[in-house]
């Protein structure tokens, strides 16, 4: 009798599993679920990042003279003209959240493809889910390197991870020392307890001691701390000749409020992007932020190299009042790229977009970031990323390295806080 | 680890603790007189901010000037809470007086990120700002003047409950409401009035953190979890109590960090708080 049981169980399992997929082929419309954080700690950088998604989604759907992926045209013309629409959720910057939604939206909502989430602690739970129902994944922001190193199939990463920010901070450094002649010997690393600080400070660490740098002091904490005063009580003790921190906004804010402070002045400061690219941030701080330096995959001031950033800058204004900065700018650039994927697949088959997303090639003139293209390796990382250090002088973010694209000197060392008033 | 850093580490944690014993005075209070935990108290927080940011960004008045006025309008905000919320559900069981406050917690967030938005605001060259120097240890001006501001809140707060007459009704209506009526007091208005006192402590903790911490829909929930290790620890309903709490939760947080390790720091404040409710149920000065 139990046999029986297992028999019938066994064999309804392998007809369900033989089950045709659902067609999903050839639907007039395009369904793509995209997860961002709409409140909570990071919101603010969530709704410009959807405000990104929805300029991307307006450029695809309507009829526009720019020169990126499928502006020309209404529509996708691969899938006879279908259009794009997406359902929008908010994570929370919860990974158990974001788990759940991308669950509802592939089995209630039936998306042809997931996009987001900007924590690469959510993105983490999230394509999880994605790749258990083989649905494709795109994120286009979160840093955390460990997230293409899983062997999925179905995730791709547009950004570049924090292997390649670190490296080029690493690269600077090294540069500089050469440039001025300063010989750095010390880092101290700073990181949120998330999984992005903490991934992003074991990169550092590695790279540390690769470039034969001391870590003098390393620091995590919690992103949504009152008192930073312990934090850079220890940094000021430590005092190494290059701070590393990896915050998101709020945290970047006392951080530097809670340095004025205290008197701390690192010399040379160098952040993992995330808060210190908000522009919220560099309002919020003004000139007690001058000197810091980021990394960051996309740089406004190349406007005047490349009018297409100009154009779709001024698009985006339009949405949210708020000038395109680092987060959107990826987001903006991760969504066209599955959107031209999923309209050279011509189908919204999931093995097809997959297919699609594998030989994506686009070139450098199309994109609004300063990279040579976007074509996925075999882990679905894009290897065209190329990173870059901008600097807060005279209160705006220019671009200082790599040396060929700069667009200003660096400054170093940053002035201390006597000297800033 | 220097001797200065740790001095400096706390001095720090000594000015933070204050403002931390302001804001959990007012829970305890609360708590105190009706046994009720405001679960929205750190939203009372963030409101409080928030009128402080708009009256800096709208009228241009700085966060100390605009101290009475947010005083008054959380004040206010207490006042309704009782008689809208509170004043219903009094009857009803434990757990419908837990959700009601942790209901309105959810309204006040959502209601301030769909009025004002998600983003971070600082109030831009406050009247104080800048920092002192003593002998190599620094002191944030405007964190100086905050727990000056929380120690004055305090002190006027205890010569309130202590020493006027309509203080001692809310202490004679905490300690027995059905005594408290039969002497005369009219018991509903002294809860409506501890709301409302206890609203305003918050108020004023919100004003003077104004002057130097930003303000979101989020902030409040981060000194609110504080707030409650605060009250545990000084003991249920002991308001002056809070003081002592609020100061050494302050410090063993910046103490905890510099000594153990920052990532460990809410471990050492939280293993204390549990700590203290697993000898004394009733926190270390507690009545109950």
Redesign the interface.
Known sequence: MNRLVVLVAALVVAVGLAAPAPARAQAREVVIGVLYP????A??V??DSVNAVKLAVEIVNGNYDLNVPLARGEGLPGLGGARIRVIVVDHQGKPDVGQGEAERLITQEKVHALFGAYFSSVTGTASQVAERHGIPYVNAESSSPALTERGFKWFFRTSPHDGHFSQVMFDFMRDLEKRRGVKFKTVGIMHE?TQFGSDSAKVQEELARKYGYEVAVK????D????L???V??L??ANPDVLLPSSY??DA??FV?TA????YNPRLLIAQDAGWTDP?FLR?T?KDAEGHITRAPFALDMAAKKPLIRQVNEMFKKMGGRDLSDVPARAFTGFLTLADAINRAKSTNPEEIRKALVATNIPADQLIMPWTAVKFDDKGQNAGVRAILQQAQKGQYVTIYPFELAAADVMYPMPTWKERR | MTAEVLLQGLVGGLLMGLVYALIAAGLSLIFGLMEIVNFAHGEFLMVAMFSTFWAWAVVGLDPLAALPLTAAILFLLGIATYHGLIRWILGGPMLAQIFATFGLAVFLRSGAQALWGVDFRLVKDPLVQGRLELAGLFVGLPQLVASAGALAAFAALYWFITRTETGLALQATAQDRQAAALMGIDTQRMFALGWGIGAACVGVAGALLGMFFYVFPDVGSTFALLAYVAVALGGFGNVPATLLGGVVVGVVEVMGGLLISPTLKAVVVFAMYLAVVLWRPQGLFGRF
């Open positions: 709409l409140s909570g700690n919101a603010q969530g709704l307890a620091i995590a904490y919690r949504k701390a009152t008192n005063d312990a934090e009580g220890r000021k003790a906004t709020n804010i006392l409020r004025k402070n205290l008197d919220t919020e003004g």
